[in-house]
């Protein structure tokens, strides 16, 4: 495992966050704390700069090559990632209505808020969802997971091309998600820009357990107009026990 700060640190996060106002170190940590607790306690304190970090990644840049090349990695963590949180935050210190609310809760909530929180407030849920479900080390489905996938959609490979198409006929930016909806059921669907189907005004609405990033930022410099590959090649990088861990929280919840 080698730390993304061992490659951006100094360059990007001091280029970054280093003319923040010292006074913004003094707002509430609390909304950090959403997606995944020790992802954002692994945050660099350097860039603390509101109520919201950039999750650290939870392996090396080039660690997921076989489907994303460490360049795409780093823009898209350090420049695309990073400018969402820098964006919220700036809502947050504007907004009082942020402060003290988990990202979970901003999301849930989106229709009160404006679109810089919405974009941005799900460009950080979406990445920061993104970079924890994915993986080098191969895993599988949990045998609950493979039920459920069978069972909705046939077999696993039925879900893959439900997904990629999804994906594909998502027009413009967007992400592809694989959900579980308030009735336990999987179910494929997309949402456009940032917005996921957390969000209160979603048209499918769900628990996430998988999703991809359908932007051109996430895959155009290795696959350039060609999504449909991209997506393809992504399932080599899926991280089942995590997406089988969501799962089976998503039912308990
Ligand atoms: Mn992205």
Redesign the pocket.
Known sequence: MRPLSAKLSKRHFLGWLGAVPVGMAALKVVGGQGISAAMAAEAPKAGTTGPFTLPKFPYALDALNGAIDARTMEI?HGK?HQAYVDNLNKEAAKDSALQGKTLEEIVGSISKYSTAVRNNGGGHWN?SFFWDIMSPKASEPSPELMAAINQSFGSLDGMKAKFEEAGTKQFGSGWAWLIVTKGGKLEITSTPNQDNPLMDDAKVKGKPILGN?V?E??YYLRYQNKRGDYLKAWWKVVNWAKVSEHYANALKA
Do not use: K, P, V
Request: overall charge negative.
């Open positions: 898209h695309h990445h990033d932007w930022h996430a």
